[in-house]
């Protein structure tokens, strides 16, 4: 079974504060996202990735970055962290290039409030 | 790019039969998913129809029509835990990793 870990379940940070959320996942998956959560608003993505160091902008990048350093590793970066960024994040990974019938796995999500 | 379409909420009863529409517009895309999450919960992976017509798995069976970009996802014999948000999502042609777009999701309801 494909476990992806999401290294907090709940969060809390004060604004301007630089945040890290760390996911590992344990399939050795070439693809890793990260989205968030909103109520009424679905699965919005924030970043991907589909190798190491390499990454792509979602369609919310704005006041985040991410790192993938290693394949299973994939962290999500506040730089300074602002309070409308309180929100569910989840993180996900996929078999890579071709196998585009390959679900999305997805940890459990970390709750991050900023106050 | 991509958008998707489904209705917020849908309420039925235990035994019931129940289908959940999604209308997409999108630039090119290799299939239609589908996804459960219960409140609290992660979204785990339900279908996928990479070609037009149903596929079926037990209770659960999804639809897709490329030319009326339209889909649905059926439920069948509906059970209490049931109760949850179903999520359709397009996996996009755009890169490399084939990204996911999803819709904003449907809350349904099951009573008694």
């Known amino acids: 079974d494909v476990k992806v870990t999401q290294s907090s379940r709940y969060l809390v940070k004060r604004t301007g504060e630089k945040v890290f959320l760390e996911c590992v996942q344990d399939m050795d998956h070439e693809n890793m996202f990260w989205y968030r959560q909103d109520p009424g608003l679905g699965l919005r993505l924030i970043y991907f990735s589909y190798d190491v160091k390499m990454k792509e902008k979602g369609d919310i990048p704005e006041g985040y970055s991410v790192s993938r350093e290693k394949k299973e590793r994939f962290s999500l970066i506040l730089e300074s962290a602002s309070t409308n960024q309180t929100s569910m994040y989840l993180c996900?990974?996929?078999?890579?290039?071709?196998?585009?019938?390959?679900?999305?796995?997805f940890g459990n999500g970390t709750r991050l409030t900023v106050t | 790019g991509q958008s998707l379409e489904q209705p917020s909420e849908v309420t039925a009863v235990e035994g019931a039969i129940v289908q959940i529409n999604c209308t997409y517009q999108t630039s090119g895309f290799y299939g239609l998913s589908w996804y459960q999450q219960h409140d609290g919960g992660a979204p785990t992976f339900l279908s996928y129809?990479?070609?037009?017509g149903l596929e079926e798995t037990g209770r659960f069976s999804s639809f897709l029509s490329r030319s009326d970009s339209y889909g649905y996802l059926l439920l069948q014999e509906l059970q209490m835990k049931d109760s949850a948000s179903y999520f359709c999502?397009?996996?996009?042609?755009?890169?490399?990793?084939?990204?996911?777009?999803f819709g904003d999701g449907t809350t349904l309801t099951v009573k008694p």
């Open positions: 999502a397009v996996r996009s042609k755009d890169t490399n990793a084939g990204k996911s777009t």
């Open positions: 996900a990974s996929s078999e890579g290039y071709g196998s585009y019938n390959s679900p999305l796995h």
């Open positions: 129809n990479a070609l037009d």
